[in-house]
C-alpha cells in the first residue's frame, strides 16, 4: 500500500475476477476507485450508471 499525494492510499492487489469481487467493490464505491485493469473499472461503471438511472427514474421527485 502506498499513500498517495492527495492524501489517499493506493493498494495493488492480484485477485480473481469473479462476481464477489465486483459485489464487494460495488459495495465499497463510495470509498475506493478503480484504477485498472480498465474493462473492470468499465464494467463498475456501467453497474453503477445504470442503479443511479433507476433510482432517479424511478424517484425523480428526491432529486
Known amino acids: 500500500m502506498e ?3 492527495d492524501g489517499g492510499y493506493r493498494l495493488n492487489a492480484t485477485v480473481q ?3 464477489q469481487l465486483h459485489w464487494w ?3 465499497q ?3 475506493l476507485a478503480v484504477r ?3 474493462a473492470l ?3 463498475l461503471l456501467a ?3 445504470t442503479g443511479l438511472a433507476t ?3 424511478r424517484c425523480p421527485a428526491a432529486w
Do not use: V
Open 29 to 31: 464505491s463510495g470509498a
Open 55 to 57: 433510482h432517479r427514474e
Open 47 to 49: 453497474a453503477l450508471e
Open 36 to 38: 485498472a485493469p480498465q
Open 41 to 43: 473499472r468499465e464494467k
Open 3 to 5: 499513500r498517495e499525494d
Open 17 to 19: 475476477d469473479s462476481w
Open 25 to 27: 467493490l460495488l459495495s
